[in-house]
């Protein structure tokens, strides 16, 4: 009973968060200046051919059908055509999503992986009174953590691509132009993980029943995988899974930086032109991969840790 009102709970708020998305959505891509037919046939266009483009394109009709039009595309998954090419909006999709999804998913196991490693180092070296390491973790990851994606992705393309020659700085195709942009997006999260990662590792490793353990004279191993890791990852979890929701998002902007012909650069155009279909499509598409990321974050979150299932349904 406690697991379907949890799982009841979070799909109520991830159905909430894409019912604001899809009318945020249609109505900010409507308030951008211009005219998406003038934009189209050009600033000289005869009247009579912008009229037959905003009809054709579905413009002339009232906000209130067109909404329904949308709504109902985005039920059934067809998010239209695009106004400048004629493709259909879920092919833009099929064709731009692995560049952004690569980086992305990169990125991640960076955070995951990196933020959790260096965070228990971090807390069992702080719990030994270490305060010089402790001093440097602190002041590393307290500078790490403030740099924006796009600075990031400038200093690292001037170490690793000019000066080390190390990895190509642009594109995409293999894994290896994937790492500068990963690196540049999840550098700043893991440092932020790490942090709160330590501060849980410090916590855990003061409680009585970690202390009960270690009396005991139990493996270092075993104190690890059934004492310290299982409640370090309880309260980290779903703060891990708000990070790879971020991550997804900032894919988008860093592949400006990048040259990778992801759903970002798309995304830009679409905006550009005023294409509205595109804009929409890629913002849902987007927006329903990070609603869904952070929901298998709580979910998993949950099973490691029944405080946090606890502390949704009471």
């Avoid at 009709?61 to 039009?69: I, N, V």
Wanted: overall charge positive; charged content about 15%.
């Amino acid at each position: 009973m406690q697991w379907a009102r949890f799982l009841l709970i979070r799909l109520v708020r991830a159905v909430v968060v894409m019912v604001v998305l899809v009318v945020v959505t249609f109505a900010m891509v409507r308030l951008v200046p211009g005219d998406p037919a003038q934009r189209i046939l050009g600033m000289n266009a005869d009247p009579v051919a912008l009229a037959a483009t905003r009809e054709r394109l579905g413009l002339d009709a009232a906000w209130l059908t067109q909404f329904a039009d949308y709504v109902n595309g985005v039920l059934t998954f067809d998010f239209g055509t695009s106004f400048q090419t004629g493709e259909t909006v879920s092919k833009i999709i099929a064709d731009r999503v692995w560049p952004t999804l690569q980086a992305a998913l990169l990125a991640i196991v960076l955070v995951a992986v990196g933020g959790l490693l260096v965070g228990l180092w971090a807390g069992v070296v702080t719990e030994r009174r270490r305060p010089v390491t402790e001093a440097t973790f602190s002041g590393i990851t307290g500078v790490i953590g403030i740099l924006p994606p796009y600075l990031l992705g400038t200093l690292l393309v001037w170490l690793f691509a000019v000066q080390l020659q190390w990895l190509p700085v642009a594109g995409s195709g293999s894994l290896a132009k994937a790492i500068l942009p990963a690196m540049a997006l999840g550098l700043a999260p893991m440092a932020m993980l790490a942090r709160v990662v330590r501060v849980e590792t410090l916590t855990v490793l003061g409680q009585d029943y970690m202390r009960l353990a270690r009396s005991k004279h139990l493996p270092g191993i075993r104190l690890f995988t059934d004492h310290l890791l299982p409640n370090v990852l309880g309260p980290v979890l779903p703060i891990l899974g708000a990070l790879s929701a971020t991550l997804i998002g900032g894919s988008v902007v860093i592949e400006r930086v990048f040259a990778r012909p992801g759903l970002g650069e798309e995304l830009a155009q679409g905006v550009q032109v005023g294409d509205f279909p595109v804009v929409q499509g890629l913002v849902i598409f987007l927006g329903g991969v990070v609603v869904l990321t952070s929901f298998i974050a709580d979910v998993l979150a949950a099973i490691i840790d029944p405080r946090v299932r606890r502390a949704v349904v009471r």
